[in-house]
Each structure stands twice: as structure tokens, then as C-alpha cells.
């Protein structure tokens, strides 16, 4: 498999801030008050220490009081509370272009985004019906905590998106990013959910060219990657238009879903450069969010 994180992607990432700005409103106390941060003086809340935070915000005298650590918050540092939720089933290792490392590259563009605007990341590796979630990220220092553990995500195995979900306990409002190529029946269900636990969503769909532009030809045995079920197809002109009805209804269904429930809809290319993700997928989320 190729370089997930490469040459490339540290030299556009440092430009990506200046192109996308997330101002979502979703902070743990009802978003927040302004985008500046680090001038206000007004206090506003504290809440407890979590690794990562900036120990000159530690509250020494409420650690003297209760014997634990906490942070104060100020008025303009209100931190938006993200998830990102990445389907690491079998299926998406598939694509000479692998969708896996789309994937990664994409989680990295966003937690070094909400990273770097101040905010609260989580990551949630989905895999084998079980979530792994990395912890709570704060503060751009944490950054390489984020990328290690992209890195290190293992794919493979089938996934039940909505028992994934469900694992994750959700303490606050949010915005959760959904990554990935929707190939599961709960999809639905599992965008739902989310809603229910009062998050703003995000889909970015990934698919491989191959799955798009399909080139075959002749006969040829189809494996499904995660159940191991196999079938014999013969790659005719007639089969081809058959199945781009299909993958076009699919499409469409799914981003008729997404307008349904208010979720934001952004289909990408695992072929893509990460030009074309960074500045061209995620830059619609400045505008849509």
C-alpha cells in the first residue's frame, strides 16, 4: 500500500487552514460566542482537565477545593466538541487507488482542521462491529498523537456501522464526519442515530474509480471481500449499463438520505490528489456547514 501521510500531504496541509475555516457552532455549552480566541477575559465555565490541555488554564484553587483537575473556559473559547468516524471494513482497502488511504488522508486533513481552530477531536476507527475510539484530542501539539494512530488503523474484517456508533457515548452537541464507501445496510439507521445523539453530520463518500468507471472485461469471478461469497459475471456491454443503472440509483438514494435528514453530502475519489481533496471535497464544508 502506498504512504498514507507522504510528501505531499504535510506540504498542502500546511496551507489548508488558510483556505477552509469551520465555524460550526457545537460547542459543549451551545457553541460558541466568537470565532477569536485567546483575548476574552470574561469567564465563563470550567470543566474537567483532559490530556492535551494547556496546563496554564488549570484552576488552581479548584484543584485545592475537590482534589482534581480542571480548566477554566472563557467566553470565546467555547471548543466545538468533533467526531470522526472511519469504516475500516474490508471493503475499503479496495481500488489500486485504495480507499484506505483516502480515507486516512482525509481523517488527517480534518483533525489537523479542528485542531488547529481550538477544538475538541475524536477518532473512532470502525472495524469488525467494534469501534476503537483514540481518545480526546486537543491543541495542535496533539496532532501526531491523531496521525500515529491513523496510521496504525488496521482495515479489514465486515462492519455493522450502527453497533460501531453505538459504542461511542456522546456527552455533547457535536459534529460528526462519517468516512465512508456505504456499502452496508444500516447506513440509513446509522446517520439517524447520529441525529438522535444531536450531532451535525458529514458523509464523505468514498469510492474507487473502478467502482465508478468500471473497465472489465470478459468473464470474470466477483468475491465479495467480506462475506466470501462469490459470483461469476460476464462483462458485456448490456452488464455494464446494468450496473451503472444500479450504481447511479445507489448514488442517488444516498444523497436523497442525506438531504432527508439535514446531513451534509460530499462524494470523493480515492484517486484523488489531496489538491482535489483538500481544496476542492472539504472546501464545500466552509460553505455548506
Known amino acids: 500500500m502506498e504512504q498514507v501521510f507522504n510528501s505531499e500531504f504535510y506540504q498542502k496541509l500546511h496551507t489548508l487552514r488558510m483556505n477552509i475555516a469551520l465555524t460550526i457552532a457545537s460547542g459543549q455549552a451551545g457553541g ?38 480542571f480548566v477554566k473556559l472563557f467566553m470565546e473559547e467555547k471548543e466545538g466538541v468533533f467526531q470522526i468516524f472511519m ?12 480507499k484506505e488511504v483516502c480515507a486516512k488522508r482525509i481523517a488527517g486533513a480534518l483533525s489537523y482542521i479542528v485542531l488547529e481552530n ?8 470502525m472495524k469488525d462491529n467494534h469501534n476503537v475510539t483514540a481518545g480526546s484530542f486537543s491543541g495542535m501539539q496533539a496532532f501526531i498523537r491523531c496521525i500515529k494512530f491513523l ?7 465486515s462492519n455493522d456501522l450502527l453497533k460501531c456508533i453505538k459504542e461511542k457515548e456522546f456527552k455533547n452537541r457535536g459534529l460528526s464526519f462519517l468516512i465512508t464507501d456505504g456499502y452496508t445496510d444500516d ?17 464523505i463518500h468514498v469510492l474507487a474509480p473502478e467502482e ?8 470474470l469471478k466477483l468475491v465479495d ?8 459475471v460476464t462483462f458485456s456491454a448490456s452488464a455494464i449499463k446494468t450496473y451503472r443503472e444500479s450504481l447511479k440509483s445507489f448514488l442517488e438514494q444516498t444523497e436523497s438520505m442525506c438531504k432527508k435528514y439535514g446531513v451534509t453530502y460530499i462524494r470523493v475519489s480515492s484517486a484523488d490528489s489531496c489538491d482535489s481533496l483538500f481544496f476542492a471535497s472539504l472546501s464545500k464544508l466552509a460553505k455548506k456547514v
Do not use: H
Open 212 to 219: 465508478t468507471d468500471p473497465r472489465y472485461e470478459g468473464t
Open 87 to 98: 469504516d475500516c471494513s474490508e471493503s475499503m482497502k479496495f481500488g489500486d487507488n485504495s
Open 187 to 203: 447506513l440509513d439507521d446509522a446517520i439517524k442515530y447520529l441525529k438522535y445523539k444531536k450531532q451535525d453530520v458529514v458523509l
Open 225 to 232: 471481500s467480506e462475506t466470501g461469497g462469490d459470483m461469476r
Open 118 to 125: 481550538g477544538d475538541r477531536l475524536y477518532i473512532n476507527a
Open 32 to 69: 460558541r460566542k466568537s470565532n477569536s480566541k485567546g483575548n476574552s477575559v470574561e469567564f465563563s465555565d470550567f470543566r474537567e482537565y483532559m490530556i492535551g490541555d494547556d496546563i496554564r488554564r488549570i484552576d488552581w484553587n479548584a484543584y485545592g477545593r475537590f482534589d482534581r483537575l
Open 151 to 157: 496510521e496504525e488503523a488496521p482495515f479489514g474484517g
